[in-house]
């Protein structure tokens, strides 16, 4: 259970880096094609707007219920909080992401706390790491 707390813990944290990269590919990619004449609106999305929205929405969500949910089989110290905290960024970053949609500069904070969920994710796989092996016991 220890390497699947690991894992998971280590996939969040590159579903973050995903993330950057499409949305950074995405309005990147807006630009490109305001550039050739192309027009903005509310209905322009590319791979990268579409990447970002599955990755966050459904994938790293996913992983960290599945985080939250192995922390508690796992039985390494301080494992749960550390999920636990993973989860709760994960729930901040979803409610922030749709708070910017009407309050456009909460648009920073759900950069900023993307960088948090990444940061936890490591943490939480830092602390699998260096917990002491429980011994087995024998019947």
């Known amino acids: 259970m220890r390497s699947v707390y690991r894992a998971l813990s280590g996939l969040i944290a590159l579903g973050v880096v995903v993330q950057l990269a499409a949305i950074a590919a ?6 490109d094609d305001v550039d050739k004449g192309g027009v903005f609106d509310n209905n322009t999305r590319n791979w990268g707007h579409n990447l970002h929205s599955v990755v966050g929405m459904m994938v790293i969500p996913l992983l ?30 979803i409610v922030l992401a749709f708070a910017s949609y009407s309050v ?34 024998v019947a």
């Open 26 to 31: 995405a309005w990147f990619l807006v630009l």
């Open 64 to 93: 960290a219920v599945a985080l939250l949910v192995v922390s508690f089989f796992a039985r390494i110290p301080g494992g749960v909080k550390w999920a636990a905290l993973t989860f709760g960024s994960v729930v901040l970053q």
């Open 104 to 137: 456009a500069g909460l648009g920073a904070l759900h950069g900023l706390n993307a960088l948090a969920v990444a940061g936890l994710a490591q943490m939480a796989s830092k602390q699998a790491a260096k917990a002491p092996i429980a011994p087995v016991a």
